[in-house]
């Protein structure tokens, strides 16, 4: 089946625009990741959601970024007022199940990103 | 929170070698250890994962090793290809949530 898909894969903005990244986990995932890579660098965490329950926003680095997800399947990610130090590539993941902790599945599996670049 | 620490931060082997890659995680209620492999370019890709209840789990040249005691777990791949140059990152997770990951390993396998 379909992995999943982030768009666009490229976006190339000017200081201050918002920008939104959308994400399309995989088909009946409750469970989805976005994380922020710098180039060269590691997976930081920014926000998760699962099922209905709140998500955690713990890993968010300011007021300026902020994401949904409708119907418990695609997510947006928006930033605004966009900064130079906001240019990465934006990872999204998904998984089946953490509702329980019985759950089979554990595994991330990751969409191709969205490589932001703020002139 | 987690804590994940990861080592090396570089590593080079000649092909066929082998190839070790220690990471360390601080929160002892996390039990879920996934490594991933993520070429240059490229998405992360799960190569190999394990639950605190198993110390050992193999598959074909890859193993991870996981001590709970010292809360550390390790990625061995053994005759190493150029295929397997890439970056390495391992994660620590708490029944799947709250997934923190090490800084990553720089893999190069020489020919």
């Known amino acids: 089946g379909a992995g999943v898909s982030q768009s666009p894969s490229n976006k190339v903005t000017e200081k201050g625009k918002d920008v939104e990244l959308r994400c399309d986990p995989i088909?009946?995932?409750?469970?989805l990741y976005w994380y922020r890579q710098s180039l060269g660098q590691g997976l930081e965490f920014l926000i998760y959601f699962q099922g209905n329950s709140a998500p955690d926003k713990s890993g968010l680095p300011s007021d300026r970024f902020s994401a949904e997800r409708t119907g418990g399947s695609v997510s947006t990610l928006t930033i605004q007022r966009t900064q130079q130090e906001d240019s990465a590539v934006y990872l999204c993941?998904?998984?089946?199940?953490?509702?329980?902790?019985?759950?089979?599945?554990?595994?991330?599996?990751f969409g191709p990103g969205t490589r932001l670049t703020v002139t | 929170g987690e804590n994940v620490e990861q080592h090396p931060s570089t590593l080079s082997v000649q092909e066929g070698d082998s190839a070790v890659i220690k990471c360390t995680y601080s929160d002892s209620a996390s039990n879920y250890f996934p490594w991933y492999k993520q070429e240059l370019g490229k998405r992360p890709q799960l190569i190999i994962d394990?639950?605190?209840?198993?110390g050992e789990k193999k598959d074909q040249r890859i193993a991870v090793t996981l001590n709970k005691t010292a809360k550390h777990f390790s990625l061995h791949i053994t005759e190493t290809q150029p295929e397997d140059s890439a970056v390495y990152f391992c994660?620590?997770?708490?029944?799947?949530?709250?997934?923190?990951f090490g800084p990553g390993t720089r893999l190069s396998v020489l020919p």
């Open positions: 994660a620590a997770s708490y029944y799947g949530q709250n997934f923190v």
């Open positions: 394990i639950r605190s209840n198993v």
């Open positions: 993941a998904s998984s089946l199940d953490i509702s329980g902790r019985r759950a089979l599945r554990y595994e991330q599996y």
């Open positions: 088909s009946g995932h409750t469970a």
